[in-house]
């Protein structure tokens, strides 16, 4: 059974930065599709970012040039750099992975961005 744990979520000033991390159980985050995903209170949950098995990334309008999405095989880990944080970056992240017909999730981290 593969286990993600989200982890690195807090609270943090707007224009401040946030590092997230998805530890995988098992060697998945090398051939896996990678994705991070967020949900904010009475929203749908929404795509952030994803990371493919041979690399291409693809990012929500919403963060492009703010957030950067990248993986480490090493220790089956995946991360999201969040940076210049908004009050509207608000919600609980959820990393997931997927191929084929298997789909993961983890339990997500709360990350809330106010003053």
């Known amino acids: 059974q593969v286990q993600l744990v989200e982890s690195g979520g807090g609270l943090v000033q707007p224009g401040g930065s946030l590092r997230l991390s998805c530890a995988a159980s098992?060697?998945?985050?090398?051939?896996?599709?990678m994705y991070w995903y967020r949900q904010a209170p009475v929203k749908q949950r929404e795509l952030v970012a994803g990371?493919?098995?041979?690399?291409?990334?693809n990012y929500a309008d919403s963060v492009k040039g703010r957030f950067t999405i990248s993986r480490d095989n090493s220790k089956n880990t995946v991360y999201l750099q969040m940076n210049s944080l908004k009050p509207e970056d608000t919600a609980v992240y959820y990393c997931?992975?997927?191929?084929?017909?298997?789909?993961?999730w983890g339990q997500g981290t709360q990350v809330t961005v106010s003053s």
């Open positions: 990371i493919g098995p041979g690399g291409p990334t």
């Open positions: 098992g060697s998945i985050v090398s051939t896996y599709a």
């Open positions: 997931s992975a997927v191929r084929g017909r298997y789909d993961y």
